[in-house]
């Protein structure tokens, strides 16, 4: 049984709970180590978005510019490190990226965790393209208004991005790969093209992929869902066990059923976080 999680949630971005408590409670769940991956949203224009009257109300959520992210990350950092050191687990710091596609966000982001010297880098996307450039994004919920043929674009654009993500080797491992089947038009039957040409990419880039049990609290299945996941299992992709925890009884969430599913699929190729 996997006893860590490196994808996590505090207080610092959408967490319900502090650092401190998730440490706590991953002690008493006997684990050893355990990554802290706080959301790392940066978009030039954010606040231009069709859906920025809902994300203002985060207002430490959701940043256009990448040196008032720093300032904020940094002291969350120091406190970490400072805190973990009273604790017989080891704590590494990471975060949850959204990758964006405009010209100059992957130099700033590179320059960004540089300077904030992470331990690791999640992929994780939550929002979608509303043009090839990449210059104005919008939620998931909200895409659900425009046309079917908009939404067609922006879930091949999805895909594109995520693939930019695994081939740009900036990320440990990809969060929730098919997070976009919530939205009805890509649901497991949809867009295999694009999922085929991700799982090649990945597998061609030696990455890794999350199978998350958040997908089991959301819509009672995995992230990836079945075909998806066996793909990848096929395609010999290395998989790390996450639990997405937003709250400290999330950690280690259903896991077992997790390890049962990788191990009725043969999957034998695990992720494990590598000292860098
Ligand atoms: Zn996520
Ligand atoms: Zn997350």
Same mark, same amino acid.
């Given at each position: 049984m996997q006893l860590f999680s490196y994808h996590t949630h505090t207080t610092f971005s959408d967490?319900?709970?502090?650092?401190?408590?998730?440490?706590?409670?991953?002690?008493?769940?006997? $684990?050893?180590?355990?990554?802290?991956?706080?959301?790392?949203?940066?978009?030039?224009?954010?606040?231009?978005?069709?859906?920025?009257?809902? $994300?203002?109300?985060?207002?430490?959520?959701?940043? +256009?510019?990448?040196?008032?992210?720093?300032?904020?990350?940094?002291?969350?950092?120091?406190?970490?490190?400072?805190? +973990?050191?009273?604790?017989?687990?080891?704590?590494?710091?990471?975060?949850?990226?959204?990758?964006?596609?405009?010209?100059?966000? &992957?130099?700033?982001?590179?320059?960004?965790?540089?300077? &904030?010297? &992470?331990?690791?880098?999640i992929s994780g996307n939550h929002f979608l393209f509303l043009d090839?450039?990449?210059?104005?994004?919008?939620?998931?919920?909200?895409?659900?208004? &425009? +046309?079917?043929?908009?939404?067609?674009?922006?879930?091949?654009?999805?895909?594109?991005?995520?693939?930019?993500?695994?081939?740009?080797?900036?990320?440990?491992?990809?969060?929730?790969?098919?997070?976009?089947?919530?939205?009805p038009l890509c649901s497991d039957n949809d867009f295999w093209d694009e999922k085929n040409k991700l799982i090649e990419t990945i597998a061609s880039c030696n990455g890794a992929i999350e199978i998350s049990t958040k997908g089991l609290r959301k819509s009672n299945n995995f992230y990836p869902a079945d075909s998806l996941l066996k793909k990848a299992v096929d395609n010999n992709i290395k998989f790390v066990i996450s639990d997405d925890a937003h709250r400290t009884s999330e950690l280690g969430y259903e896991f077992d059923h997790a390890e049962k599913t990788l191990q009725e699929l043969n999957c034998s190729n695990r992720w494990k976080y590598i000292e860098k």
């Open positions: 967490g319900k709970n502090s650092v401190h408590e998730m440490i706590e409670k991953a002690i008493e769940l006997g $684990w050893q180590e355990m990554g802290i991956s706080d959301h790392l949203i940066i978009h030039k224009n954010i606040s231009n978005s069709p859906s920025w009257y809902k $994300w203002q109300k985060e207002p430490d959520f959701f940043y +256009s510019d990448f040196s008032t992210y720093y300032e904020k990350f940094a002291r969350h950092i120091d406190e970490i490190r400072l805190l +973990s050191e009273q604790y017989p687990l080891k704590v590494r710091i990471g975060a949850e990226v959204d990758f964006f596609v405009y010209p100059g966000w &992957l130099d700033e982001f590179v320059k960004l965790r540089d300077k &904030l010297n &992470l331990d690791y880098c090839d450039e990449g210059d104005n994004i919008i939620d998931f919920k909200d895409a659900k208004n &425009l +046309s079917e043929e908009d939404q067609k674009n922006m879930i091949k654009r999805h895909f594109s991005a995520l693939c930019q993500a695994s081939s740009s080797n900036l990320f440990d491992f990809m969060a929730h790969i098919d997070f976009i089947r919530k939205i």
